[in-house]
Nanobody, 126 residues
Framework: QVQLVESGGGLVQAGGSLGLSCAASIRTVSRYAMGWFRQTPGKEREFVAA????????SYADSVKGRFTISRENAKKTLYLQMNSLKPEDTAVYYC???????????????????WGQGTQVTVSS
């Protein structure tokens, strides 16, 4: 009933840019908020960015503000994350997530999200 598939990860040099996409197949609800999280080995999965259904509410982790931009195309059921000025500390597995409980607010708490993609690796070399 719910499937999230990320794409676009890869290797990039510090200072470079990379764009991630997440194709969503969600049949249980018609509107939902979405977000991006990331995780490195031995660490908890951390919030990166989130967006409401309409896109008028967004939130970002302090570590990525001004460098990353979250967006979505509801007609294509696709979520995006544009990452600019990448740093080695941005290296992680990036996960797409869906919050099916509400659609008006861009939540930043991990437990607000019900479903997760399989993740895509982003590696930033120094």
């Amino acid at each position: 009933q719910v499937q999230l598939v990320e794409s676009g990860g890869g290797l990039v040099q510090a200072g470079g840019s990379l764009g991630l996409s997440c194709a969503a197949s969600i049949r249980t609800v018609s509107r939902y908020a979405m977000g991006w999280f990331r995780q490195t080995p031995g660490k908890e999965r951390e919030f990166v960015a989130a967006i409401s259904w309409s896109g008028d509410s967004t939130s970002y982790a302090d570590s990525v503000k001004g460098r990353f931009t979250i967006s979505r195309e509801n007609a294509k059921k696709t979520l995006y994350l544009q990452m600019n000025s990448l740093k080695p500390e941005d290296t992680a597995v990036y996960y797409c997530a869906a919050d099916l409980n509400q659609w008006r607010v861009a939540m930043s708490k991990r437990d607000a999200f019900d479903y997760w993609g399989q993740g895509t690796q982003v590696t930033v070399s120094s």
